[in-house]
């Protein structure tokens, strides 16, 4: 059965391309010009993914977004004409999956919304971030690899969920500490990095040579996203 996108932007055009592209792609895509008919629809339909403009004529998409979030797990990737590195940061940090910026390429919007329903799953397992051996239970918050439980503070655990759930992306320490922002911290006077060793030591084959969590010289970090180890 093909996967279910709802669009949100009133940009006529646009989504009409977006619809014929993701359509030849095996999606169906439903189209909505305003914040109010998107909300609308998703009461009524059951979708697999939302494609969201921040700039709405009749609500801001960061609202809609964090009223979205607070009432379902649909995935959301975020679109704008806006491309300051702050707006990323606000909408990733109020629960959107993914972010883009306007113009894009059709086939980077496939892949990114591919990315994320994959990094998601099907609904009846939505809590569980599969990658090969290692799973990440986001309901509760447990990480295990080959089926075994590894010890993770609760602020390790948001910081590798964090890392996990944009897998591909690299992410400064700044972009994480500004994503974790509101988590409590537990030993305050420690870096990202002392953070990133102690989850290497648990999910990690050889911590000294990992496989999983990167290290991007001058840049940050980036979960590797494809793992079948």
């Known amino acids: 059965m093909a996967e279910r996108v709802l669009m949100i932007d009133d940009d006529a055009c646009l989504a009409a391309m977006v619809r014929d592209y993701l359509g030849g792609a095996g999606f169906r895509v439903t189209l909505a010009g305003t914040a109010r008919e998107g909300e609308a629809l998703l009461k009524r ?25 607070a009432e379902s797990d649909l995935p959301v990737l975020m679109l704008t004409a806006r491309g300051e590195p702050m707006d990323r940061v606000v909408g990733l940090e109020i629960g959107a999956d993914d972010y883009l910026a306007k113009p894009f390429e059709p086939r980077e919007l496939l892949a990114r ?6 990094r998601r799953g099907p609904a009846t397992g939505a809590d569980i971030l599969r990658f090969g051996r290692l799973e990440i239970d986001r309901g509760a918050r447990l990480v295990r690899l080959d089926g075994e439980e590894r010890p993770l503070t609760s602020w390790q655990f948001s910081l590798l969920l ?22 409590k911290l537990e030993a305050f006077d420690r870096s990202v990095d002392v953070h990133v060793s102690r989850i290497r030591a648990a999910i990690e084959d050889d911590p000294k040579k990992p496989r999983r969590i990167l290290t991007i010289r001058g840049a940050g970090y980036v979960f590797a996203r494809d793992q079948d180890r």
């Not at 009749?58 to 977004?65: H, K, R, S």
């Open 113 to 118: 919304l591919r990315a994320i329903l994959r």
């Open 45 to 69: 339909e059951s979708f697999d993914a939302a494609i969201l403009d921040l700039m709405l004529p009749d609500a801001d998409g960061l609202d809609l977004c964090r009223r979205l979030r």
């Open 162 to 183: 964090t890392l996990a759930e944009r897998a591909g992306r690299v992410l400064s320490r700044d972009a994480l500490m500004d994503l974790l922002r509101g988590e």
